[in-house]
């Protein structure tokens, strides 16, 4: 699998928020917000914003003084034993909260060994999941989770994908056009979620936004039925701003 040479995720804050937890680790009674700004540097209102995230998602807590501690959630993911298992709860409840917020089934999606793959998906009676009516692996050019995937390889990389899963039409939307389909992926900045409008499915919209850490290429999406498409732009707003803690507890 080939990496475009500027493919990676747009959320500087995980990296500001491995520091944050770095150094709670560090002070196994507990360390303040102050002392936190003056040895990692972020300015107060970012290092606020983290903190707030880091303790809705369990990785730190606050105690009585104020100070802070490494929370349950990270000391989970620290433990070698059941460490798969532990990301994936958390991923969950993440998932979960996410579903909740943008109003929509969410997905994780991961490119493995040369084909899109759904690991993890939050769905719920008023949020259902997207009918899978031709499998993700085949549709790569049609989904926003393909898209999204196909946006992080380079371009033998994507040749060779579409190589494997000739782009058929799937509906009147569909781009089947190798030369029009990667210059609609080369011209989607890397901060802008990628759109599905009725091009996998009449009847469903869909928005990704990339998650990948390091070598690993992943996405977050979201699926609405098409009566909610007035929502999809905002909803994949939302989902982009809650894509940095499910980043955050795949590089941990």
């Given at each position: 699998?080939?990496?475009?040479?500027?493919?990676?995720?747009?959320?500087?804050?995980?990296?500001?928020?491995?520091?944050?937890?770095?150094?709670?680790?560090?002070h196994?009674?507990?360390?303040?917000?102050?002392?936190?700004?003056?040895?990692?540097?972020?300015?107060?209102?970012?290092?606020?914003?983290?903190?707030?995230?880091?303790?809705?998602?369990?990785?730190?807590?606050?105690?009585?003084?104020?100070?802070?501690?490494?929370?349950?959630?990270?000391?989970?993911?620290?433990?070698?034993?059941?460490?798969?298992?532990?990301?994936?709860?958390?991923?969950?409840?993440?998932?979960?909260?996410?579903?909740?917020?943008?109003?929509?089934?969410?997905?994780?999606?991961?490119?493995?060994?040369?084909?899109?793959?759904?690991?993890?998906?939050?769905?719920?009676?008023?949020?259902?999941?997207?009918?899978?009516?031709?499998?993700?692996?085949?549709?790569?050019h049609?989904?926003?989770?393909?898209?999204?995937?196909?946006?992080?390889?380079?371009?033998?990389?994507?040749?060779?994908?579409l190589?494997?899963?000739?782009p058929?039409?799937?509906?009147?939307?569909?781009?089947?056009?190798?030369?029009?389909?990667?210059?609609?992926?080369?011209?989607?900045?890397?901060?802008?979620?990628?759109?599905?409008?009725?091009?996998?499915?009449?009847?469903?919209?869909?928005?990704?936004?990339?998650?990948?850490?390091?070598?690993?290429?992943?996405?977050?999406?979201?699926?609405?039925?098409?009566?909610?498409?007035?929502?999809?732009?905002?909803?994949a707003?939302?989902?982009?701003?809650?894509?940095?803690?499910?980043?955050?507890?795949?590089?941990?």
């Open positions: 699998m080939a990496l475009k040479p500027d493919s990676t995720a747009p959320y500087h804050s995980v990296q500001h928020a491995l520091r944050v937890l770095e150094t709670v680790a560090r196994r009674t507990g360390v303040t917000d102050v002392q936190i700004a003056r040895q990692t540097g972020l300015p107060p209102r970012a290092l606020s914003a983290l903190l707030l995230m880091l303790r809705r998602e369990g990785y730190v807590r606050q105690v009585s003084d104020g100070a802070y501690t490494t929370g349950d959630a990270l000391a989970k993911l620290g433990s070698t034993v059941e460490h798969e298992d532990a990301i994936k709860d958390q991923l969950q409840v993440t998932l979960d909260r996410l579903r909740d917020s943008v109003g929509a089934a969410v997905y994780i999606s991961r490119y493995i060994d040369g084909e899109v793959k759904i690991t993890q998906y939050a769905a719920g009676p008023d949020m259902p999941a997207v009918n899978e009516w031709v499998d993700f692996r085949s549709a790569a049609a989904s926003a989770v393909g898209k999204s995937l196909l946006t992080q390889l380079d371009l033998n990389g994507r040749r060779d994908h190589s494997r899963h000739k058929a039409r799937l509906t009147s939307r569909t781009i089947t056009n190798e030369r029009l389909l990667f210059t609609s992926l080369d011209s989607q900045p890397p901060t802008v979620p990628v759109l599905d409008i009725q091009e996998y499915a009449v009847g469903t919209v869909c928005a990704a936004v990339p998650i990948t850490a390091g070598a690993s290429v992943g996405c977050l999406a979201l699926s609405m039925p098409i009566e909610h498409a007035h929502r999809l732009r905002a909803a707003d939302t989902l982009n701003r809650g894509a940095a803690p499910v980043l955050l507890s795949l590089a941990i």
